[in-house]
């Protein structure tokens, strides 16, 4: 089982998405089966931030001084031994998703989910630094999507 604990500290994600824990946790509730770890407790932290912050956390903890889409920080590199484990922190820019202002909230959210997936698999120790690895990612990440579009249509 995977528990998120989703924190927010943009106030425009209120006008996308309202009850932002329910929104990911019925997300994870659907992830296919493969990765919803019935038999292990995993934990992870969500935030949901904006340009300004995700750039000074992508600046101290990566050295890059520039805003991002999602920032991944897992926090174990061997989560297969243990039956409890914090996984690690996840943080999402509103302000990167959201730079066409005429998406709908339907395209947001889409939007959100992938990069939410994306941050997960690398919580999980999937890399997409090396071109085999990116195509292994991109895989995972669209079986997960398709898997949830039951749910976002």
Known sequence: ???VNVLSEEISWNKKIKNKQVFFDKIIKNFPKKYRFSK???????????NKNIKLLNKKFKKKNKHTDILSFPFENDIKKKKETYLG?????YDYINSKKKMTKLQFQ???I???IHGFLHLLGFDHLKNKDYKKMYIEEEKIFKSLSKIFN
Do not use: Q
């Not at 292990?40 to 904006?50: A, H, P, R, V």
């Not at 922190?89 to 820019?93: E, G, N, R, Y």
């Open 1 to 3: 089982m995977i528990k």
């Open 40 to 50: 292990k407790n995993f934990y992870l932290t969500l935030l949901l931030s904006n």
């Open 89 to 93: 922190d996840i943080i999402i820019s």
């Open 110 to 112: 889409k939007k959100t």
């Open 114 to 116: 992938k990069l939410f």
